[in-house]
Nanobody
Framework: QVQLVESGGGLVQAGGSLRLSCAPSADSFSINSMGWFRQAPGAEREFVAS????????YHADSVKGRFTISGDSAKNTMYLEMNSLKPEDTAVYYCAADRLMTAQALYNIDPRTSAVDYWGKGTLVTVSS
């Protein structure tokens, strides 16, 4: 069973930056798109950003546009999330997700409360202090 492993979370002051990474635990891993979701304390999981390996298209939630940038290496199925100008409201556990068939747009539109996505990471905590 392939697992997704996130890294890069931590504590940062408001206005600071962090870079999250996500990589699979196995090399043989056929994926069409990957994405980041987050869940703040007491809140539901929400979409953050997604990327398609087929055409490199990307989607970002309105709440992070202009501050966060998703990127990746399709050959390695490795994905990154560059987070700048962090705000206390960005505090959450950030989850990596990947799907064999869904497009990046489909990840953007999916209800994050469902388990329709093929693979999920265990999450990495990002804490932004004011």
């Amino acid at each position: 069973q392939v697992q997704l492993v996130e890294s890069g979370g931590g504590l940062v002051q408001a206005g600071g930056s962090l870079r999250l990474s996500c990589a699979p635990s196995a090399d043989s891993f056929s994926i069409n798109s990957m994405g980041w979701f987050r869940q703040a304390p007491g809140a539901e999981r929400e979409f953050v950003a997604s990327i398609s390996w087929r055409d490199d298209s990307t989607y970002h939630a309105d709440s992070v546009k202009g501050r966060f940038t998703i990127s990746g290496d399709s050959a390695k199925n490795t994905m990154y999330l560059e987070m700048n100008s962090l705000k206390p409201e960005d505090t959450a556990v950030y989850y990596c997700a990947a799907d064999r068939l869904m497009t990046a747009q489909a990840l953007y539109n999916i209800d994050p409360r469902t388990s329709a996505v093929d693979y999920w990471g265990k999450g990495t905590l990002v804490t932004v202090s004011s």
